[in-house]
């Protein structure tokens, strides 16, 4: 069992940066594909960025590439996202997720596939 814990959200002005951090707990995080979603009120959960085991393949959705940067820690236990120039539009709660079932080596692009989440960080960017 892994459990995953977010942290780093908060209030930022539009152009701004943060980085969030997601904590796993539980054995078997190197080997785990991760992402990060986000939801934002009235929307469906979306995609924002997702790593294999070793960092070698990387995804990022077309809204937040050359803006965003996933990286991870497997000595640390920690999954990263880096975000720059902020925009009021990715205000929204933010998900760190890791997949199980999937072979490492993969990028895991939907929600279907991925096995354990993290309760959610907020991230509000003000114009």
């Known amino acids: 069992q892994v459990q995953l814990v977010e942290s ?3 209030l930022v002005q539009s152009g701004g940066s943060l980085r969030l951090s997601c904590a796993a707990s539980g ?7 991760m992402g990060w979603f986000r939801q934002a009120p009235g929307k469906e959960r979306e995609l924002v960025a997702a790593m294999n085991w070793n960092g070698g393949k990387t995804y990022y959705a077309d809204s937040v590439k050359g803006r965003f940067t996933i990286s991870r ?4 236990n920690t ?3 880096q975000m720059s120039s902020l925009k009021p539009e990715d205000t929204a709660v933010y998900y760190c997720a890791a997949s199980n079932t999937v072979e490492p080596y993969r990028v895991v692009m939907h929600t279907t596939e991925y096995d354990y989440w993290g309760q959610g960080t907020q991230v509000t ?3």
């Open 8 to 10: 780093g959200g908060g």
């Open 27 to 33: 054995r078997g995080f190197m080997s785990y594909p």
């Open 73 to 76: 820690d497997n000595a640390k």
């Open 79 to 81: 999954l990263y996202v």
């Open 125 to 127: 960017v003000s114009s």
